[in-house]
């Protein structure tokens, strides 16, 4: 079936450090694929999608780029903030499933 | 755009009460909402599938007798947790499907904090 697989957290950083949050999957067909974060006590917020193969999805300084060749789409962000300390899943979508990553908890320190 | 509502945002109640959480899309009509279950630290665990007019789909495991799924409108579903015991103290989060063309997308609420003494 289909699956999404995220690194492992947490990840800790430093501010204004280069953040990459891997996220693999499989599926059959044409999954569309989302980043979705979670700050501390609230619910997921949408953060970024992509629904065809090469497209980017950004926001916020965030982007992702879905590969359909190596079934990834990693998250990346050139300088992070204290503020993204969060918890980032990635997301397919496909065949109306949902299908969560387990999550990756980013902590940054000023 | 796209806005999901939760209430109440946290509850305390006892052991054998129920609880009614509402999950509200402010500015677009959902024909589906999922209903999500978040222990701490990790993902989100579906357990059921609302659809406006019908009966929810549950996942496995879930009870539904236990955990009530009303779909009264496009804009309201709630979550009814009926005799609810400590173990069933959790953050319940719910969220919208929007259908798009050749894919949805689904906005979350803020979720509600349940604890049951």
């Known amino acids: 079936g289909d699956s999404v697989t995220q690194m492992e957290g947490p990840v800790t950083l430093s501010e204004e450090a280069f953040l990459t949050i891997n996220c693999t999957y499989t599926?059959?067909?044409?999954?569309?694929l989302f980043w979705y974060v979670q700050y501390p006590g609230e619910g997921l917020q949408l953060l970024l999608k992509?629904?065809?193969?090469?497209d980017k999805g950004s926001n916020k300084g965030f982007e992702a780029t879905y590969r359909k060749e190596t079934t990834s789409f990693h998250l990346e962000k050139g300088s992070v903030q204290v503020s993204d300390s969060a918890v980032y899943f990635c997301v397919l979508t496909g065949g109306f499933k949902t299908i969560f990553g387990a999550g990756t908890r980013l902590f940054v320190k000023a | 755009g796209a806005v999901v509502s939760q209430h109440p945002s946290w509850v305390i109640c006892k052991s054998g009460t129920s609880v009614k959480i509402e999950c509200r899309s402010l500015?677009?009509?959902?024909?589906?909402m999922f209903w999500y279950r978040q222990f701490p630290k990790q993902s989100l665990m579906l357990m059921a599938t609302s659809n406006e007019g019908s009966k929810a789909t549950y996942e496995q495991g879930v009870e539904k007798d236990k955990f009530l799924i009303n779909h009264a409108s496009l804009t309201l579903s709630t979550l009814t947790v009926t005799s609810a015991h400590p173990e069933d103290s959790s953050f319940y989060i719910c969220s919208a499907r929007i259908d798009r063309d050749y894919s949805y997308e689904q906005y979350f609420g803020p979720g509600t904090r349940l604890t049951v003494t």
């Open positions: 599926a059959t067909g044409y999954p569309s």
């Open positions: 500015d677009f009509q959902a024909t589906t």
């Open positions: 992509a629904t065809k193969a090469d």
